[in-house]
């Protein structure tokens, strides 16, 4: 069924689908009780003789890796679908089996309109020939015909901003723009549904930019029909109708793209306890071993939460630090709040901050608002620390709390609609004011300058 005929089946064209209307759109995507195993060899035949004798005495020589199990969903015409799961949870095989790279062992998949997957970056490029061949040869293996790439050629070369290298070789390209090629042939390619497996962060800054207009203008095209496998679960709350959290190769839910992404975060921090716990139980059987960063001198030194791990920006997020410090004289622990999302240091204490007034095994709590912070995932590291000797100002990190020992916590909260930025919207805004403000304040601020210079000088 071409996809004109689907759209004139469904709702009008300028309808955007929603979770709330997408049942009125025709099913595109239909995976039914769908299960994959794969064969792990166990035993070694060097020969047709072995393998009789394998066959013989009843072993297999192999066995069974169950990846997903009776996995049903059906996605409709017009939807930003998300797949979300954790590494190894059978996300990606999935999404093979929906491009019919690999067939599913039992259940079926039923694919209405012409499916164009994007798996992996590259994938179908040759480096010998030039960036125009390679825009045909991948076309090519998508299952377009040379009249219909000819008819999306400009648009994808636009789109990558490659204008005056499609007839380079392509081991020539940088990897970036080898990157914007690649993604470009697979948005711009004139398929009904586009499959993407982990490639919206690519290119530079502004490519991304280009890429975000990109996929919230496809979000309102009632025709168009994505599946996204992601671990960001922005690009799941900003782009996506309904998302599918798949765990151990189960669907574990289904539905609004808010709560499933909020079970991924929560199945996250799970699974992060319980490392941590197994961890810390291993590292008790053999006291001589210290985690990373801590030694004899400082030989425990972590922070956890206190709070849930996941909080709102109106909630104070409570936390401890336990630590082990034996030796004689002043010492100090430091905290600094990194943004795992976005990168870089949030805010720090400073080395001296906090002067410990107990030595031994003992634990100290704290508390940090979330008001101004927007969604995202932080992490707290803490270093113990003693005073340089011949520099006041100046302190030696004697541990520093990583890995395990640092606490993970995240912010997630409906009130925070744009997450892009650290800040919110409560914390700092954009004021627009009149030209006659503007260099009125300006004079001031330059007349007041000026008179601090003088009284220094004075």
Known sequence: MSSEAMVSEATTANDVVSINNYMKRPVVLDVDHVEKFFKLP?????????????????????????????????????????????????????????????????????????????????????????????????????????????????????????????????????????????????????????????????????FQRKCDDFFTNIRKDPAKTVILVTHDMGAVKRYCTRAVFIQEGEVASIGDPMMVAEQYSLANLEAMRKEESARNHELAANPEVFPNGLNKRCPILRTYGVSPLMMKSSDTFRFAVEYQFDEPGDFYLAIAMHDIRRGGITYDSGPRKFKMTEHGHHTVYFEIPLALFNNGEFRLITSLRTPTPGNPNMTDAVGVALDDNACTFSIRDKANPNSYALLSDRALEFTEITCEQAESGAAQQREAFQNAVEEAQA
Do not use: C
């Open 42 to 206: 166990t035993e070694q035949a060097t020969g047709l003789k072995q393998a009789f004798i394998n066959w013989t005495k009843g072993i297999k020589g192999y066995r069974e890796q169950t990846v997903l199990k009776d996995v049903s969903f059906q996605v409709h015409q017009g939807e930003f679908f998300g797949i979300v799961g954790r590494n190894g949870g059978g996300k990606s095989t999935l999404l093979k089996i929906i491009s019919q790279i690999y067939y599913p062992n039992s259940g079926s998949v039923t694919v209405s309109g012409k499916l164009v997957p994007f798996i992996e970056l590259g994938v179908g490029f040759n480096p010998e020939l030039t960036g125009r061949e390679n825009v045909y040869l991948n076309g090519a293996l998508l299952g377009f015909t040379s009249e219909e790439v000819d008819a999306m050629y400009d648009d994808i070369v636009e789109f990558a901003e490659l204008e005056d290298f499609m007839d380079q070789k392509l081991k020539n390209y940088s990897s970036g723009m080898q990157v914007r090629l690649a993604f470009s042939v697979a948005i711009k390619a004139q398929g009904d549904i586009l499959v993407l497996d982990e490639v919206l962060a690519v290119g530079d800054e502004a």
